[in-house]
Each structure stands twice: as C-alpha cells, then as structure tokens.
C-alpha cells in the first residue's frame, strides 16, 4: 500500500477493541489486531475511492434498467 493510499493515521488494535465496544460488540483479545488491519485495509480501500474523477458521470438514479435511457425508445413500467 502507497502512502497515498494509506490514511493519515492507522487504527491500532486497542483503538479496534475500544470502538468495538462502544458500538455493543466486545471483541475477545485475540481478535483485536485482525480487525484493525481489517479496518486499515477497509480504509484505504475508501481513500482510494474518494480519489476517483467520476466526472460527468450520472448518478445510478439516471440509469433504468429497461434500457430507455439509452434508446431513447418508448419507456415501458413494470407493474407494481
């Protein structure tokens, strides 16, 4: 992992435990370093995305899955 890609600061394991806790999900000792790095990677994964130019690109509310936003044909709603 690039530092570019990495966050500024890691989650340690007894901050992973500490935040587990206060959301109602004590973590038994010897799984405190495997969701920190679990967390780590999730993080950097997130930062990587927020990089991304998406440009023009429309929300996926613009898409239907018909197909009439790309034919410009007769639009056709299915029965609710």
Same mark, same amino acid.
């Given at each position: 992992? !690039? &530092?570019?890609?990495?966050? #500024?600061?890691? $989650?340690?394991?007894?901050? +992973?435990?500490?935040?587990?806790?206060?959301? =109602?999900?004590?973590?038994?000792?010897?799984?405190? !370093? &495997?969701?920190?790095?679990? #967390?780590?990677? $999730?993080?950097?994964?997130? +930062?990587?995305?927020?990089?991304?130019?998406? =440009?023009?690109?429309?929300?996926?509310?613009?898409?239907?899955?018909?197909?009439?936003?790309?034919?410009?044909?007769?639009?056709?709603? +299915?029965?609710?």
């Amino acid at each position: 992992m !690039s &530092s570019a890609e990495r966050p #500024a600061t890691e $989650l340690t394991p007894p901050e +992973a435990a500490r935040w587990a806790a206060r959301a =109602g999900l004590p973590l038994p000792a010897d799984r405190h !370093s &495997s969701v920190a790095a679990t #967390a780590n990677h $999730l993080l950097s994964v997130i +930062a990587v995305l927020r990089e991304l130019d998406f =440009g023009d690109t429309p929300p996926a509310g613009a898409y239907r899955a018909d197909g009439a936003h790309r034919t410009g044909g007769e639009e056709h709603h +299915a029965a609710v």
